[in-house]
């Protein structure tokens, strides 16, 4: 299996083979590669000063930036139902959508209005905001923003504006009840519904049945920013809190219950914690604030190790779908 690796110093290409891993490849090197994703033979990878496109299994690529008005890219998704549907996320929080596997991209004007009339902000950077989290359900999909909440489309993408359980009010605290914290670090949708509904942010992790109409906290005295949902079983879940953005006492956690009762599944590190959560086959990949990466089987999801110990500072990582 092929796995492709975003890094602070360019794309990995990765042979993994019963759990062993061994570095095959590297490409845009040098380049701060904060995204990836990769289907029908093309690979998009999201850097700090625009995007490139590869068709040979990232051993050469080009720019791919024709609409892409901000460079700076923070995550890159595709419609699982919809084939050449990409979506980009940017810092300033814009969203950006192709049609056409990436070759071109149109911004979608609404998401831009509401950063400027709210005041979307960031805590490490002086742009309004970003986009760093995408999610689909059929024709329903999903954006979270970093100060900002959470977006809703209901035409697969094309309109955007707030989920009705999102304020879009950029401060922090406890929100009312029913609202979703509005600083939203990434969003899961259930493949049963997409009503279902997942929010690791940074005042603890949401859950909404309703499509983001009300949300529940489930697990709110931490700071969150990746969970897995087992595609299988919407109740069983994979979370990695810690106890603020430095990742102190960072761990990972699992719930059988939906997300009320949890159990840890490590120990907790002084000063790290779970950026993103990747399935590839039966393997779960825990990506790293610092940059690297453990991995886990589902069939045993208590025994983590770090692995490739020779990559560092990974952002991101998928394979070809």
């Known amino acids: 299996m092929e796995l492709y690796l975003a890094t602070s110093k360019g794309v990995v290409v990765a042979d993994v083979s019963d759990g062993e891993w061994e570095v095959t490849g590297t490409g845009l090197n040098g380049r701060h590669v904060t995204s990836i994703i990769a289907r029908e033979g093309v690979i998009l990878a999201g850097t ?12 050469t690529w080009r720019e791919a930036n024709e609409g892409l008005s901000q ?9 699982p139902d919809v084939s050449d549907l990409e979506f980009a996320g940017s810092e ?4 950006f959508v192709s049609r056409d596997g990436g070759e071109s991209w149109q911004e979608r004007p609404k998401v831009a209005a509401l950063r400027d009339e709210l005041g979307w902000w960031l805590p490490y950077s002086p742009e309004a905001g970003c986009v760093r989290g995408f999610a689909f359900g059929g024709t329903r999909a999903y954006a979270a923003v970093e100060v900002g909440g959470l977006l809703r489309s209901d035409d697969s993408g094309e309109t955007w504006r707030l989920a009705p359980g999102s304020d879009g009010q950029p401060r922090f605290g406890r929100p009312a009840g029913g609202f979703v914290h509005p600083d939203v670090h990434s969003v899961n949708v259930h493949p049963s519904s997409a009503e279902l509904v997942f929010a690791p942010t940074g005042g603890g992790f949401y859950v909404s049945e309703d499509g983001g ?8 005295d931490c700071y969150v920013r990746a969970v897995w949902v087992d595609p299988a079983d919407a109740a069983h879940l994979i979370l990695g809190p810690s106890e603020g953005p430095s990742g102190r006492e960072g761990r990972i956690e699992e719930s059988h219950d939906g997300g009320r009762n949890w159990r840890p599944l490590t120990e907790r590190w002084a000063s790290n914690m779970v950026e993103r959560f990747s399935q590839v086959g039966d393997l779960l990949l825990a990506v790293m604030a610092g940059g690297d990466v453990f991995q886990a089987t589902q069939s045993d999801l208590a025994q983590w190790r770090r692995v490739p110990t020779d990559v560092e500072g990974v952002n991101a990582i998928t394979t070809m779908a």
């Open 92 to 95: 300033p929080a814009a969203i």
């Open 213 to 220: 109409e009300t949300w529940e906290g489930r697990y709110v």
């Open 48 to 59: 700090e000063d625009g995007l490139f496109r590869s068709d040979n299994q990232g051993r």
């Open 71 to 79: 460079r700076h890219v923070r995550w890159l998704a595709f419609h």
